[in-house]
């Protein structure tokens, strides 16, 4: 059974290499026993032949193979086998005690030989107070982390031929993640610099001083200069606010992130005015996908579409110019049309809406949204309808924390863009010439940007 892949060695090659070597290192020592001792082979056929099947066999042969293990090791501390008449004898065998042990074969009865003076413990082989063996454990942790609730775990342990793994047990098993979870929240990030950031919170509950109340999990992903996306920041607030969001984007910051061009989110209260203190020179851009549908939310029945084409036209425009004419004439035809308040929005918006425009164009698509965040958080709501309600916040945090660990995994897989292109994130865009060139490219984009407004006022009139 493989370890979970957040704690998996990220060179594959070098993993597969050895595990090749390992592969054939144990066939050579497993033909050498049989060639040497048939009787070996044959009492290896019998015991199949009495098997119900593959698993039953493992787990029979598992504990064969670990009891006669443990019987030598007592044997070499006692100074002579057992039964053995020896001057050599410094101790003897005094019977066994049997000791269950749960493996991905099923659970297997151990004898562990207990001496007449000291004691005697399997510890290479046994964990001690310990009756899961690491691989279990290591499904019973990955199984967690993927949205198997503790209740389950039963079901998928009794799959596995496991009995009696209690929910609490597997609450114990799952702590073991708080080592990586810790690191992933503290880790330095002065090796590199970032250039975007999005930022978001997704609200769960948990229960804090006896009440089963909403938490607000914030996270942070941004964009490193060697073009993959990193989780840099995680942790639970009460409440979206002002200080809660200054205090958590100062966190990340004093870990050593620096070089943040553009932050990117939804019209969190105190988030913009925190992100122009903590990271200075760099600039707020709102999610055009949530202004949009904040858009329609506050048109009427009538004039929804036209409002809702508008947002999308604007918002789509590949030409800088034509976008920032366009702002203006869709305002105007939404209060035409009677949606004032849709017009004032969108008006109000702007500023922060359209700060993409001044950044390389192949990166518009990944900053003027949050998707990267939207997607983040689909896992964690994922995990968390299968626990429903987090014990404490603790536990929250562990569990979020190893999605976040999976997803991060995965991000290591994918360039967002080449080194060369977030380079270009940090450039200084060059003032235009106020010459006749750009008057007539500006007297362009307005005549461009009236016929599309003009065109969608005229596919969808407003009725009355």
Same mark, same amino acid.
């Given at each position: 059974m493989p370890p979970p892949s957040f704690c998996a060695d990220r060179s594959p090659r070098i993993v597969f290499a050895t595990k090749q070597q390992s592969k054939e290192t144990d066939m050579s020592a497993m033909e050498s026993l049989l060639q040497a001792s048939p009787e070996i082979g044959e009492a290896l056929i019998e015991l199949m032949s009495e098997c119900d099947g593959v698993r039953e066999f493992g787990r029979r042969v598992l504990a064969l193979s670990a009891n006669a293990l443990m019987s030598a090791e007592a044997d070499a501390l006692c100074?002579?086998?057992l039964g053995e008449r020896s001057e050599l004898r410094v101790n003897s065998r005094n019977g066994y005690r049997r000791r269950g042990l749960k493996t991905p074969l099923g659970d297997v009865e151990l004898e562990v030989p207990k001496l007449r003076r000291g004691t005697y413990y399997p510890d290479g082989l046994l964990a001690r107070w310990s009756r899961v063996d690491a691989s279990l454990a290591a499904l019973v942790v990955e199984a967690y982390a993927n949205g198997v609730s503790t209740r389950s775990m039963a079901l998928l342990a009794s799959e596995l031929g496991v009995s009696d793994l209690s929910s609490s047990e597997v609450s114990r098993l799952a702590r073991s993640l708080d080592a990586q979870v810790d690191e992933l929240r503290s880790r330095d990030l002065s090796s590199q610099k970032y @250039?975007?950031?999005?930022?978001?919170?997704?609200?769960?509950? @948990?229960?804090?001083?006896?009440?089963?109340?909403?938490?607000?999990?914030?996270?942070?992903?941004?964009?490193?200069?060697?073009?993959?996306?990193? !989780?840099?920041? !995680?942790d639970c607030v009460d409440t979206e606010s002002y200080e809660s969001w200054r205090a958590f984007l100062a966190s990340i910051r004093a870990r050593g992130l620096s070089g943040i061009v553009l932050c990117v989110s939804d019209a969190h209260t105190g988030l913009a005015k925190a992100v122009s203190e903590v990271f200075q020179g760099a600039?707020?851009?709102? @999610?055009?996908?949530? !202004?949009?549908?904040?858009?329609?939310?506050?048109?009427? #029945?009538?004039?929804? +579409?036209?409002?809702?084409?508008?947002?999308?036209?604007?918002?789509?425009?590949?030409?800088?110019?034509?976008?920032r004419?366009? !702002?203006p004439l869709a305002c105007d035809a939404m209060r035409k049309a009677g949606e004032k308040t849709a017009a004032d929005l969108l008006e109000s918006a702007a500023p922060d809406a359209l700060q993409y425009l001044s950044l390389p164009s192949e990166h518009?698509?990944?900053?003027?949204?949050?998707?990267?965040?939207?997607?983040?958080? #689909?896992e964690l709501k994922r995990r968390y309808r299968s626990v429903q309600s987090?014990?404490? #916040?603790?536990?929250?945090?562990?569990?979020?924390?190893?999605?976040?660990?999976?997803?991060?995994?995965?991000?290591?897989?994918?360039?967002?863009?080449?080194?060369?292109?977030?380079?270009?994130?940090?450039?200084?865009?060059?003032?235009?010439?106020?010459?006749?060139?750009? =008057?007539?490219?500006?007297?362009? =984009?307005?005549? +461009?940007? +009236?016929?599309?407004?003009?065109?969608?006022?005229?596919?969808?009139?407003?009725?009355?």
């Amino acid at each position: 059974m493989p370890p979970p892949s957040f704690c998996a060695d990220r060179s594959p090659r070098i993993v597969f290499a050895t595990k090749q070597q390992s592969k054939e290192t144990d066939m050579s020592a497993m033909e050498s026993l049989l060639q040497a001792s048939p009787e070996i082979g044959e009492a290896l056929i019998e015991l199949m032949s009495e098997c119900d099947g593959v698993r039953e066999f493992g787990r029979r042969v598992l504990a064969l193979s670990a009891n006669a293990l443990m019987s030598a090791e007592a044997d070499a501390l006692c100074g002579a086998s057992l039964g053995e008449r020896s001057e050599l004898r410094v101790n003897s065998r005094n019977g066994y005690r049997r000791r269950g042990l749960k493996t991905p074969l099923g659970d297997v009865e151990l004898e562990v030989p207990k001496l007449r003076r000291g004691t005697y413990y399997p510890d290479g082989l046994l964990a001690r107070w310990s009756r899961v063996d690491a691989s279990l454990a290591a499904l019973v942790v990955e199984a967690y982390a993927n949205g198997v609730s503790t209740r389950s775990m039963a079901l998928l342990a009794s799959e596995l031929g496991v009995s009696d793994l209690s929910s609490s047990e597997v609450s114990r098993l799952a702590r073991s993640l708080d080592a990586q979870v810790d690191e992933l929240r503290s880790r330095d990030l002065s090796s590199q610099k970032y @250039c975007y950031l999005w930022v978001d919170a997704t609200y769960v509950k @948990c229960r804090v001083e006896g009440r089963s109340i909403s938490q607000a999990v914030v996270t942070a992903i941004a964009l490193g200069e060697d073009g993959y996306k990193h !989780l840099v920041g !995680l942790d639970c607030v009460d409440t979206e606010s002002y200080e809660s969001w200054r205090a958590f984007l100062a966190s990340i910051r004093a870990r050593g992130l620096s070089g943040i061009v553009l932050c990117v989110s939804d019209a969190h209260t105190g988030l913009a005015k925190a992100v122009s203190e903590v990271f200075q020179g760099a600039a707020w851009q709102r @999610c055009t996908v949530h !202004l949009q549908r904040n858009l329609s939310s506050t048109a009427s #029945r009538d004039g929804e +579409k036209l409002v809702r084409e508008l947002g999308k036209t604007l918002f789509s425009e590949s030409d800088p110019l034509v976008a920032r004419a366009m !702002l203006p004439l869709a305002c105007d035809a939404m209060r035409k049309a009677g949606e004032k308040t849709a017009a004032d929005l969108l008006e109000s918006a702007a500023p922060d809406a359209l700060q993409y425009l001044s950044l390389p164009s192949e990166h518009w698509r990944r900053v003027r949204t949050n998707n990267v965040q939207e997607r983040a958080n #689909r896992e964690l709501k994922r995990r968390y309808r299968s626990v429903q309600s987090f014990p404490s #916040r603790s536990s929250l945090l562990r569990l979020l924390g190893a999605v976040m660990l999976e997803e991060e995994a995965s991000w290591g897989q994918h360039r967002v863009f080449s080194t060369k292109s977030v380079a270009r994130a940090w450039e200084v865009p060059e003032t235009p010439t106020p010459d006749g060139t750009l =008057a007539r490219e500006i007297a362009r =984009a307005e005549r +461009k940007a +009236k016929s599309a407004v003009d065109a969608l006022v005229d596919r969808f009139p407003p009725k009355g």
